[in-house]
């Protein structure tokens, strides 16, 4: 039970965005033999190009289905959503997380509830690789998402068994599987995402509170930089910032993490004191800003890199915005978890929200948006969580 808790605290964690951070000795693998290249039905929807497999890998199986999509049109743009099947013998929802758009086209996401990876192109094919599950009762949670500088997915594990440690994964187009334990006294990686240094970023917990990791592409974890948080506090979103650093949210800062490894705190302006102020999605705006989302005070906020803050009211009350993304029209779009809307905001404040077509099952009231990600042809893809579904607006 205690895993499960874990699971969906961890559960508030942004999409990941590509980033930049500290330079290490670790090298970078070059292709050589073995390479992996995609053959089963997925081929036609993977990049071509051969993919270093690195030893120790497990080579899993995908399985191919086509699903059928739900279209709605509206002023506002076409929402297509896909329904996800339940893998068999799993009744439970599969709690889709984590959204990374691949170089050609198709949406990556992890299931937290069922240990699967997967991928979805938008006319419906649908690519998934079952992990291997930790324990007999309980699959590995993936939490996050994003593609690597070596052409294969990585993501963070939550381990499903105590007794099992949490990890950073490895998974190339064509399946070949790959798991690095986080050291012991490392637990809870969340939020992942490429650096322009050639390796993964990830947020995690150590030893006294919040810490940010590293790994190379060829699985070496080397360095951990130790963040000071509240007793009640966490850490969150993880972005690339337009000063070459790394930037994340607690639940009452928005924090940046230079090159040279220093962390820096930066308060958000709060209203209310006994309440967090921050503590989900962050994103690296057009105007070069960081833009992030305060969920309990229904707000947009807006932080430049020298400190300066601004915040945009959601306008409708009590709609606990979640993610926040760049998308390709040069807007901020954000996830309203209890009313069901998408928000679009421009780099001058003003918010548009999109009702999201919602199952009956959930039309008496929301909370069912999470992570929200930009993707091809100018595409807004979202996840329903509640519903186990996956959806873009076009």
Not at 96 to 122: C, K, Q, R
Not at 163 to 172: A, E, N, S, Y
Not at 280 to 294: K, N, Q, R, Y
Not at 305 to 319: D, R
């Amino acid at each position: 039970m205690a895993s499960v808790v874990l699971v969906v605290a961890l559960m508030l964690a942004a999409a990941s965005v590509a980033g930049c951070a500290q330079q290490t000795s670790t090298p970078t693998p070059t292709l050589h033999a073995p390479v992996d290249t995609p053959t089963d039905a997925a081929a036609s929807m993977r990049a071509t190009t051969p993919v270093a497999v690195l030893p120790g890998a497990l080579h899993l199986t995908s399985t191919v289905t086509h699903l059928t999509p739900t279209v709605t049109w509206t002023p506002s743009g076409t929402f297509t959503q896909f329904k996800l099947p339940h893998p068999p013998g799993y009744p439970f929802t599969v709690l889709p997380a984590g959204l990374a758009a691949s170089p050609d086209g198709t949406m990556w996401f992890g299931e937290v509830g069922s240990g699967v990876i997967g991928s979805l192109t938008p006319s419906g094919t649908l690519v998934t690789y079952t992990l291997p599950p930790d324990s007999a009762q309980w699959p590995p949670n993936p939490e996050d998402v994003a593609w690597g500088p070596d052409g294969a997915l990585w993501f963070t594990l939550v381990s499903g068994d105590a007794k099992v440690p949490d990890r950073i994964g490895r998974l190339t187009p064509a399946g070949a599987l790959n798991q690095f334990p986080l050291p012991a006294s490392y637990f809870g990686p969340s939020a992942i995402l490429a650096g322009a240094d050639g390796g993964l970023w990830f947020l995690e917990a150590g030893p006294n509170g919040g810490a940010i990791g590293r790994s190379s592409t060829s699985g070496a974890i080397t360095e951990f930089f130790p963040v000071p948080l509240a007793q009640e506090s966490g850490l969150y979103g993880l972005v690339a910032g337009p000063d070459g650093a790394l930037w994340f949210t607690t639940m009452f800062e928005v924090g940046r993490l230079s090159p040279t490894g220093t962390s820096r705190l930066f308060a958000v302006p709060n209203d209310r004191p006994n309440d967090s102020a921050a503590g989900a999605g962050l994103a690296s705006g057009p105007d070069g800003a960081l833009w992030f989302v305060e969920p309990r005070a229904n707000r947009i906020g807006r932080l430049t890199p020298a400190g300066a803050f601004s915040s945009f009211a959601v306008p409708t009350a009590a709609a606990y915005p979640l993610a926040i993304c760049t998308g390709h029209d040069g807007n901020l779009w954000f996830t309203e978890r209890l009313t069901s809307k998408l928000g679009r905001l421009t780099p001058l404040g003003v918010i548009t929200e999109i009702a999201v077509p919602l199952p009956q099952k959930l039309l008496a009231g929301g909370d069912d948006l999470t992570q929200i990600a930009a993707g091809s042809g100018g595409a807004i893809w979202f996840i329903e969580e509640q519903v186990d579904q996956i959806g873009f607006l076009a």
